[in-house]
């Protein structure tokens, strides 16, 4: 595949790539992070490794599935997984389409499962308002990071969709790499995935062919992340709450802090669903509506998949019982359970500003963890 039409866009080749680690290897954070990673070794032992790192596939065996199952051993009571078969079915040509919940680990958790079962990782789109720091950008480019481009002129960003949809088609199609994509810009905050319809008609942009077969060979695949304990919840309450009343504007490292809480944050159990892949026959129904009313045809079978996929928790059923002032889900819990899980969201509000509205707060906190089981109640 020649890259040199999308060498802005995409993941850097194993060149690129020892060129950053390199780079990598020398910066101050260096030191600590290895001290994490590998807390048996010396300070030095993670600028070591890279220095010695030539390839983006020694990267990921000899840092990355590490760094993944660090932060599993660490932060998470148990991480399962389920739909293997659903994966190994489609022979490495797909595209992953998954809510999105944490900005870094739901894609590296796919990541690691694939490691793991000795399948061909995946590239995996990301948002360029994350490369705002350069030591992030080597290091998440030389990780298949496809860059998706935000913040740009209407036109630009046309310009830009019919790019990145050429290369996510080229790449899938050609058997290079499947691709890791989520369902929405941005990491849902409220509880409710839902699939951007703008998404799925920047995918078919691309194609050649018929409304059937454009989708046909992408091979979509829905997958669902769960979290007993969301990552960046408080953060999430707060930004809703704020935007409520005014335009939220992010601080200039509060991608980076998410990115850090969200791997040092506490998440219990955690599961991947990897659901079914879209059909044939489903996507001739949906090429049967009205232009428009096709995408919005395809958006409600990967929701469906995605909300089929949820696994819940005992937080999403306490959450819900206390939204609605219930006890429909008091078997899924102990009293105990629920004096815990109140503790942790008074521990949680700690974390943000006095000022802020804790009614308000703890309204949109909950609905964070008990929409989920609303949206499994509706698809009955």
Same mark, same amino acid.
């Given at each position: 595949?020649?890259?040199?039409?999308?060498?802005?866009?995409?993941?850097?080749?194993?060149?690129?790539?020892?060129?950053?680690?390199?780079?990598?290897?020398?910066?101050?954070?260096?030191?600590?992070?290895? +001290?994490?990673?590998?807390?048996?070794?010396?300070?030095?032992?993670?600028?070591?490794?890279? =220095?010695?790192?030539?390839?983006?596939?020694?990267? @990921?065996?000899?840092?990355?599935?590490?760094?993944?199952?660090?932060?599993?051993? *660490?932060?998470?009571?148990?991480?399962?997984?389920?739909?293997?078969?659903? #994966?190994?079915?489609?022979?490495?040509?797909?595209?992953?389409?998954?809510?999105?919940?944490?900005?870094?680990?739901?894609?590296?958790?796919?990541?690691?499962?694939?490691? @793991?079962?000795?399948?061909?990782?995946?590239?995996?789109?990301?948002?360029?308002?994350?490369?705002?720091?350069?030591?992030?950008?080597?290091?998440?480019?030389?990780?298949?990071?496809? +860059?998706?481009?935000?913040?740009?002129?209407?036109?630009?960003?046309?310009?830009?969709?019919?790019?990145?949809? =050429?290369?996510?088609?080229?790449?899938?199609?050609?058997?290079?790499?499947?691709?890791?994509?989520? @369902?929405?810009?941005?990491?849902?905050?409220?509880?409710? /995935?839902?699939?951007? @319809?703008?998404?799925?008609?920047?995918?078919?942009?691309?194609?050649?062919?018929?409304?059937?077969?454009?989708?046909?060979?992408?091979?979509?695949?829905?997958?669902?992340?769960?979290?007993?304990?969301?990552?960046? /919840?408080?953060?999430?309450? =707060?930004?809703?709450?704020?935007?409520?009343?005014? %335009?939220?504007? +992010?601080? &200039?490292? &509060? /991608?980076?802090?998410?990115?850090?809480?969200?791997?040092? $944050?506490? +998440?219990? !159990?955690?599961?991947? *669903?990897?659901? %079914?892949?879209?059909?044939?026959?489903?996507? !001739? &129904?949906?090429?049967?509506? /009205?232009?428009?009313?096709?995408?919005?045809?395809? =958006?409600?079978?990967?929701?469906?998949?995605?909300?089929?996929?949820?696994?819940?928790?005992?937080?999403?059923?306490?959450?819900?019982?206390?939204?609605?002032? *219930?006890?429909?889900?008091?078997?899924?819990? *102990?009293?105990?359970?629920?004096?815990?899980?109140?503790?942790?969201?008074? %521990? $949680?509000? #700690?974390?943000?500003?006095?000022?802020?509205?804790?009614?308000?707060?703890?309204?949109?906190?909950? !609905?964070?963890?008990?929409?989920?089981?609303?949206?499994? &109640?509706?698809?009955?």
């Amino acid at each position: 595949m020649d890259l040199t039409e999308f060498s802005d866009i995409a993941p850097f080749t194993d060149e690129e790539a020892d060129a950053a680690l390199t780079r990598l290897s020398n910066h101050p954070n260096t030191k600590w992070i290895s +001290k994490f990673i590998f807390p048996d070794k010396p300070e030095t032992f993670l600028g070591e490794v890279l =220095r010695n790192i030539h390839t983006v596939d020694q990267f @990921q065996s000899v840092v990355m599935a590490k760094a993944i199952q660090w932060v599993i051993d *660490t932060s998470m009571t148990d991480f399962s997984y389920d739909g293997l078969e659903n #994966l190994q079915a489609l022979d490495g040509k797909y595209i992953a389409m998954s809510n999105h919940r944490d900005i870094i680990l739901d894609p590296a958790l796919v990541q690691i499962i694939l490691q @793991q079962n000795h399948l061909p990782e995946t590239q995996i789109c990301v948002g360029d308002n994350l490369l705002k720091f350069k030591s992030v950008e080597l290091l998440i480019r030389s990780n298949r990071m496809i +860059k998706v481009i935000r913040g740009i002129s209407a036109r630009e960003l046309y310009l830009s969709s019919q790019l990145l949809s =050429r290369y996510i088609r080229e790449t899938v199609t050609s058997g290079t790499s499947s691709v890791w994509i989520a @369902q929405r810009q941005g990491r849902t905050k409220d509880g409710l /995935d839902t699939t951007e @319809q703008g998404l799925l008609k920047m995918l078919d942009m691309s194609g050649t062919k018929g409304f059937v077969e454009n989708f046909k060979e992408l091979n979509i695949l829905p997958m669902s992340i769960s979290y007993e304990y969301e990552p960046c /919840d408080v953060m999430k309450a =707060r930004e809703l709450l704020i935007s409520r009343s005014q %335009k939220y504007v +992010k601080g &200039e490292t &509060e /991608d980076l802090e998410s990115i850090m809480t969200g791997i040092r $944050q506490p +998440k219990g !159990h955690v599961h991947l *669903t990897i659901g %079914k892949p879209l059909t044939e026959e489903e996507i !001739h &129904e949906a090429s049967l509506c /009205d232009k428009n009313d096709r995408y919005q045809q395809i =958006r409600h079978l990967v929701d469906r998949r995605v909300i089929e996929g949820y696994k819940l928790w005992k937080t999403n059923y306490m959450a819900y019982d206390m939204v609605y002032a *219930t006890d429909k889900y008091a078997a899924e819990y *102990t009293p105990e359970d629920l004096e815990a899980f109140k503790s942790y969201v008074a %521990k $949680q509000f #700690l974390r943000v500003e006095p000022n802020l509205n804790r009614m308000d707060l703890a309204d949109i906190f909950l !609905h964070i963890y008990s929409n989920p089981v609303l949206a499994k &109640e509706q698809l009955d």
